[in-house]
Structure formats: structure tokens, C-alpha cells
Nanobody, 125 residues
Framework: QVQLVESGGGLVQTGGSLRLSCVAS????????MGWFRQAPGKEREFVAV????????YDTGSVKGRFAISRDNAKSTVYLQMNSLKPEDTAIYYC??????????????????WGQGTQVTVSS
């Protein structure tokens, strides 16, 4: 059974930084694309970033590119999201997700079949 556990969220001031972590279990982590999504109150879940099994990365170009960085440590079965220069509009619940098949690449929610419980990120102005 796949399990994803996020951590690292919290309250931070505008311009601050946070690093989110997500530990995965139940699959051969190194073979799977991992993603980060977020959902703000009253809004749909949106794509933030993805990292493939090979380390290739893609970001939402409109809002986070240049400020956020996704990375992975296959030895620890962990994916990270480093968030810098945070803005109030980054406030959301952040979810990590694992792709639905080995070596599958996608950036829409349907490309992922297991999700963490989410971690709250709040950026104060």
C-alpha cells in the first residue's frame, strides 16, 4: 500500500522560505515521477512542480518558476519542495503525489494515483 507523508508547512512572512518534504513508501520510489500540487480555499487543486524518475523537472511557469525548486533523494524515498520569496498568494494546502505507473510522466492530477494528506502553508503579508 502506497503511503505519502508530507511535512514542513507552517506560517511564514512574505519573502520568507519553507522546505516541504514528502516521504513515500510502498513503491520503488526511484522509478516514479513525483509531483507537488496545491489547493487554496475556494479554488481547484493546481499543479506546482513535477520531477521525473530521472530527475527532470517541470514547474508551473506562471506563478512559481524561479522561486520554487523540486528535488528528490531516492535513497530516502523523499521528494522536496524548496519555496523561496513566498507571497500571500502561495497560501494553500500543499500535496505531494506519486505517478500512477513506473516511468509515467505527466503534470495533471490524473497522472497521479496516490496523494499525501497535505501540509498547510500560510504566508502573511
Amino acid at each position: 500500500q502506497v503511503q505519502l507523508v508530507e511535512s514542513g508547512g507552517g506560517l511564514v512572512q512574505t519573502g520568507g522560505s519553507l522546505r516541504l518534504s514528502c516521504v513515500a513508501s510502498g513503491r520503488t520510489f526511484s522509478r516514479y515521477t513525483m509531483g507537488w500540487f496545491r489547493q487554496a480555499p475556494g479554488k481547484e487543486r493546481e499543479f506546482v512542480a513535477v520531477i521525473t524518475w530521472g530527475g527532470g523537472t517541470t514547474y508551473d511557469t506562471g506563478s512559481v518558476k524561479g522561486r520554487f525548486a523540486i528535488s528528490r533523494d531516492n535513497a530516502k524515498s523523499t521528494v522536496y519542495l524548496q519555496m523561496n520569496s513566498l507571497k500571500p498568494e502561495d497560501t494553500a494546502i500543499y500535496y505531494c503525489a506519486i505517478a500512477k505507473a513506473p516511468m509515467y510522466v505527466g503534470r495533471t492530477p490524473t497522472a497521479f494515483d496516490s496523494w499525501g494528506q497535505g501540509t498547510q502553508v500560510t504566508v502573511s503579508s
